[in-house]
C-alpha cells in the first residue's frame, strides 16, 4: 500500500487478506491508512475471483479509533470556530470508508483478536461479519472526553440495534468477546478465525460474485444510511470537538497514549 498502514495478502484467490500493521500506533485511524484501505477493497473489487475480504490485525490490538492528533489539528478551538459547524474533512472520510465497507460487492469479515475502540468498532460493525476471539475488548469511550462516536453510530445500531449502541456510548464501559456475540456485535468466538473463512469459502466459492453485491445493495436499501444520516454525523462530531477543552483532551490522549480512565 502506498502509505503502508496496511499488509494485503492472498493466500486464495477467493480471498483478500488486509491486515493493520501500525501496532506500534494502536492501528489508529487516519487519513492514510483511510486511503490505503480503500485502495485495497478497489483490488479486491477488480477480481472477479474475491469473494471475501478479511480485515485483522496481529498484536493486542485491533484499531484504537481514530488518530487524535489528526483529529484535533483539523477541529478549531470555541473562539477560533468560524461559524461552520460542518467542517471535517476526517469525519467525513472516515464516514464514507464505514459506508464503502457495507455497499462492497464482497462479503467483509473483521478477525478481532484485543482491543477495538472508537473508530474500530465502526469498523467492526460496518464488516457482513465479525470473529472474535476471548481477547476481544469492544468499546466507546469517546464520552469520556466530551465527544460522542457520530460516524459509529449509524452502523452499529443497525448491527447491534439501539439499545446496546446507546449503552456502550453512554456507559462507556466495555464489552467482553462473550458480550459482544450475546448482544450481536460479533457473529462467532473461537480461538481461530480460519475454520470460519473455510466454511464461508465453501458456500461463496459456489456463488456468483455478482449475487453477493445484489444482497448487500438490497439489505442496505431496507436499513439505509443516507446522506442526510453523514452529513449529520460529521457536523455533531465537528461541533462537539469545538468545544472548550475538548480538542485540548483529544491532543492529550494522542501525546500520552493513556485513556482517561488508565490514569
Not at 155 to 184: H, I, K, Q, Y
Not at 203 to 232: C, F, N, W
Amino acid at each position: 500500500m502506498s502509505h503502508g498502514t496496511v499488509r494485503v495478502g492472498r493466500q486464495d484467490p477467493a480471498v483478500l487478506r488486509i491486515t493493520l500493521s501500525r501496532p506500534e500506533r494502536g492501528n489508529t485511524v487516519d487519513s492514510a491508512l483511510i486511503a490505503d484501505l480503500h485502495e485495497a477493497l478497489d483490488g479486491a473489487e477488480k477480481s472477479d475471483a474475491c469473494r471475501l475480504v478479511v480485515l485483522d490485525s496481529p498484536g493486542q490490538v485491533f484499531c484504537n479509533g481514530l488518530d487524535m492528533a489528526e483529529s484535533a489539528a483539523e477541529f478549531p478551538a470555541a473562539s477560533d470556530h468560524d461559524g461552520d459547524p460542518g467542517r471535517g474533512a476526517a469525519g467525513s472520510a472516515f464516514f464514507g470508508l464505514l459506508r464503502r465497507l457495507t455497499e462492497t460487492p464482497r462479503l467483509t469479515l473483521a478477525c478481532v483478536d484485543g482491543r477495538v475502540t472508537g473508530g474500530g468498532v465502526g469498523l467492526a460493525a460496518a464488516c457482513d461479519l465479525v470473529h472474535t476471539t476471548e481477547r476481544g475488548v469492544f468499546s466507546l469511550p469517546e464520552a469520556l472526553w466530551g465527544l460522542l462516536p457520530c460516524s459509529v453510530l449509524p452502523f452499529l445500531v443497525r448491527r447491534t440495534g439501539f439499545r446496546t449502541a446507546g449503552s456502550m456510548t453512554l456507559t462507556t464501559l466495555p464489552l467482553t468477546a462473550r458480550e459482544a456475540v450475546d448482544r450481536g456485535l460479533a457473529d462467532e468466538l473461537s480461538p481461530d478465525a480460519a475454520p470460519l473463512v473455510r466454511r464461508l469459502l465453501s458456500r461463496l466459492t459456489k456463488v456468483d460474485a455478482r449475487m453477493i453485491g445484489e444482497a448487500k445493495q438490497y439489505l442496505s436499501a431496507l436499513h439505509p444510511v443516507t446522506a442526510e444520516t453523514e452529513r449529520r454525523a460529521v457536523t455533531e462530531f465537528a461541533r462537539l470537538a469545538a468545544a472548550p477543552g475538548v480538542r485540548e483532551g483529544m491532543a492529550r490522549f494522542a501525546a500520552e497514549g493513556r485513556y482517561p480512565w488508565e490514569r
